[in-house]
C-alpha cells in the first residue's frame, strides 16, 4: 500500500496502472465458501465536504448548526474535528476518512497566506485517506494542485509555514479530469483502501462544471467531463478488478429546503440527486458537497436498490457517517444494513492538541498581517441577497472596486457573488482589535482569492448581454447568479420574462446604457476570463491591469470611516 500511495502521488496515470495491478494481486483467488454461514466487515466511512481551510472554528452564522428542532449550537473547527473523528473510529474496529472536495481554496487567512499547507499538514496528521478534488482545490490552477499533492515549496513565495512541504499524504481524486492533450487521466481516478482483507473502492471527481467556476487559465490543460459516465466507467474497472464495494465522493449536491443535519429536503431533479440516483449499481454509497447544505438521503440506484446520498454542512462542522456491512465472501455491501448519518462537530469535546499545535503554529505566522487594522464600519454589513439578488457588501465590493479603477477610465464596476465568502461583522474578532474595527484577516475573510481588478471597455450592448447571462440553463435547471453592481448603475428584471429577455431599464449615472456606446467597466479577472459563464465579458477590449481585490477593498475601507451598508435598490425584480 505504501508503493502505490507514493505511485499516486507521483502520477495519475502511474496510479491507475498500480491501482489495477493492486487490486488484481489482491482479489485471486477468492477462495468462495459455499454452504457456510457470511461472515462480514464491518466499516465506517468518515466523510468531511468543503472544510474550505476553516481550521479556526467558524463564526458567526458559518459556526452554527441548525438542528430539527430549530435550534442551533457552536460546531466547528480542525481541532474538535479531530477529536470527534478519533471518538467516531473509536467506536468501530474499520474506519475510512474520506473528502469530497473543496477542503481547501477561498480559505481565511490563517491558512491560505501559506497557501492552504497548514490545511493539508491537519488533514495529514487526521489521517485522511483519500479525497475528491472540489472546484476550489483548482482555484490557483492545476499545476499549483499537483503541487499541493506532491509538496515543494510555492515558486513565487517559497516555504513560508515550515521550512519545507511534503505534500498531501493521501490521493486527491479527479476521475473526470483529464488531459486535453492526450484525455489521459489529469489525477488519479480511484483509490483502494484495504479493510480486514476486503478491498473497498473510492472514486472521486469534482462537478464537471469547473471550468466556469474558477479562473480558466489555471486549467487551460485541463478537460472535465460527464460525472455520471466518469463514475460509470471506473466503476466497471474496479468490479472487474474485483473490487465489489464501491464508494463515490463527488463533489456536486443539491440545496435543500431547510431541515436538521438528517432530514432529506433536497430539491428533486438536482444535480447531486440525479447522479446519486443515475451512477451505476456497482456504487454503494454516494458522498456529495459543493452546496454547502446538508442532508440525510436514500436514493434508488437503477437496479432498484437503496443507498445513501448524504452531504454534511461545510466549513467542519459536521462529519457525514456511513456505517456499510460488506460480506467477506462475495465482497458486496450488504445494503440493506447501512447506516447513515450527518454528526455534528460540536465544541463541547477536548481539542486535539496536535492538531492545536498546528492551528497555533499558523496563528502566530499569520496574526501581525490578519491583526492589522484596514479600516471602521459602524455596523453588520451582510453578504445576504435580497428577493432581487442585490446585497449590502456586494454593493460595498462593487463601490471599493469601481474606486479603486477610475483613474483608468471605470465607470461602472460588477462584483460577482460567489466572490463574497464572508459577512463584514461590527463585533471585534477574538483577536480584540475593538467593535467596528476591520481587520485585514477579516477583510481577507469576505475576499480570498486575491482576483486582479481588470478594466475593459465594453459596449452597452455587451453590458446588456452579461447582464442577461445572470441567467443560465445548467444541467436543465435554471441557475441564477445576479451581479453586484456599484453606485450609479440601477436595472429590473423580471422573473417571468424568458432567459435572454429578463433585464430592462439599464440606467448609468440617471442616462439609459446606450447599446452602441463605449464604456469602461470594471470586473475582476476570474469574470474577465468568462468565469460563472460570463462570456460577454471575455468580448472587452482595451484591458487594463488593475490591483488586487483585496487591496481595493481594504483601501476603501480605510478612505470611508464608519462604513455603513450600501443602500439597497439598484436591483429590482418584477413578477
Not at 477610465?409 to 461590527?426: C, F, T
Not at 447599446?515 to 468568462?530: C, D, E, H, K, W
Request: glycine residues 12%; charged residues 15%; hydrophobic residues 40%.
Amino acid at each position: 500500500m505504501t508503493s502505490f500511495r507514493r505511485t499516486a502521488q507521483r502520477s495519475a496515470a502511474l496510479a491507475v496502472t498500480a491501482a489495477a495491478a493492486l487490486a488484481v494481486t489482491l482479489v485471486q483467488n477468492p477462495a468462495l465458501a459455499d454452504n457456510k454461514p457470511p461472515r462480514t466487515v464491518d466499516v465506517r466511512l468518515i466523510g468531511i465536504n468543503d472544510l474550505h481551510g476553516n481550521i479556526e472554528p467558524p463564526t458567526g452564522s458559518s459556526g452554527r448548526v441548525t438542528l430539527s428542532d430549530g435550534t442551533q449550537v457552536e460546531a466547528g473547527g480542525a481541532a474538535f474535528n479531530a477529536t470527534h473523528i478519533k471518538n467516531l473510529q473509536a467506536e468501530v474496529r474499520n474506519s475510512v476518512i474520506v473528502g469530497q472536495g473543496d477542503l481547501i481554496g477561498a480559505s481565511p487567512i490563517v491558512s491560505a497566506l501559506f497557501h492552504d499547507e497548514p490545511t493539508i499538514e491537519v488533514l495529514n496528521q487526521v489521517g485522511m485517506d483519500t479525497t475528491a478534488a472540489g472546484n476550489h482545490e483548482f482555484d490557483e490552477g492545476y499545476q499549483e494542485l499537483l503541487r499541493m499533492q506532491r509538496g515543494g515549496c510555492h515558486p513565487t513565495d517559497g516555504c513560508q509555514f515550515r521550512e519545507t512541504y511534503d505534500g498531501a499524504k493521501f490521493p486527491i481524486l479527479g476521475a473526470n479530469v483529464t488531459l486535453a492533450k492526450n484525455d489521459r487521466p489529469a489525477l488519479p481516478p480511484f483509490w483502494v483502501e484495504f479493510r480486514d482483507g476486503v478491498p473497498i473502492g473510492f472514486i472521486g471527481m469534482p462537478l464537471k462544471d469547473v471550468p466556469i467556476l474558477v479562473d480558466p487559465n489555471g486549467i487551460k490543460e485541463l478537460e472535465f467531463g460527464d460525472e455520471i459516465a466518469a463514475a460509470n466507467r471506473y466503476a466497471d474497472l474496479l468490479n472487474w478488478l474485483g473490487v465489489k464495494s464501491i464508494v463515490l465522493l463527488i463533489h456536486q449536491g443539491d440545496n435543500t429546503a431547510g431541515g436538521g443535519p438528517d432530514e432529506c429536503r433536497t430539491v428533486v431533479g438536482g444535480p447531486g440527486r440525479k447522479i446519486a440516483e443515475q451512477v451505476s449499481p456497482k456504487i454503494d454509497a454516494v458522498f456529495s458537497g459543493h452546496s454547502h447544505q446538508h442532508y440525510n438521503c436514500t436514493v434508488t440506484d437503477p437496479a432498484g436498490n437503496p443507498r445513501p446520498f448524504i452531504e454534511g454542512l461545510a466549513f467542519g462542522r459536521e462529519l457525514s457517517v456511513v456505517d456499510i456491512k460488506i460480506d467477506k465472501r462475495t465482497r458486496e455491501v450488504i445494503r440493506s444494513a447501512t447506516v447513515a448519518r450527518n454528526h455534528v462537530v460540536t465544541k463541547n469535546v477536548t481539542a486535539d492538541p496536535e492538531i492545536q499545535a498546528i492551528i497555533d503554529l499558523a496563528k502566530s505566522k499569520s496574526g501581525p498581517i490578519a491583526n492589522r487594522p484596514v479600516g471602521t464600519i459602524a455596523q453588520d454589513i451582510l453578504r445576504a441577497q435580497n428577493p432581487a439578488g442585490e446585497s449590502a457588501l456586494g454593493n460595498l465590493i462593487a463601490d471599493s472596486q469601481l474606486a479603486a479603477t477610475r483613474g483608468n477610465g471605470a465607470v461602472l464596476a460588477l462584483m460577482n457573488p460567489g466572490g463574497v465568502r464572508a459577512d463584514l461583522l461590527y463585533a471585534s474578532s477574538p483577536a480584540g482589535e475593538g467593535n467596528g474595527v476591520v481587520t485585514y484577516g477579516e477583510t481577507f475573510t469576505v475576499q480570498p482569492f486575491g482576483n486582479i481588478l481588470q478594466t475593459v471597455t465594453l459596449t452597452g450592448a455587451q453590458i446588456k448581454a452579461a447582464l442577461e447571462q445572470q441567467w443560465q440553463v445548467v444541467n436543465g435547471a435554471t441557475r441564477q447568479i445576479i451581479l453586484q453592481p456599484s453606485n450609479g448603475l440601477t436595472y429590473s428584471w423580471s422573473a417571468s420574462a424568458p432567459i435572454g429577455s429578463k433585464v430592462s431599464n439599464v440606467v448609468l449615472n440617471g442616462t439609459p446604457l446606450d447599446p452602441a456606446a463605449s464604456y469602461r467597466v470594471t470586473i475582476n479577472s476570474f469574470l474577465q476570463g468568462g468565469g460563472d459563464g460570463f462570456s460577454a465579458f471575455t468580448g472587452g477590449t482595451a484591458i487594463t491591469g488593475g490591483g488586487i481585490d483585496l487591496d481595493g477593498f481594504s483601501a476603501y475601507l480605510a478612505a470611508n470611516p464608519n462604513t455603513t451598508p450600501p443602500a439597497l435598490g439598484r436591483i429590482t425584480a418584477t413578477p
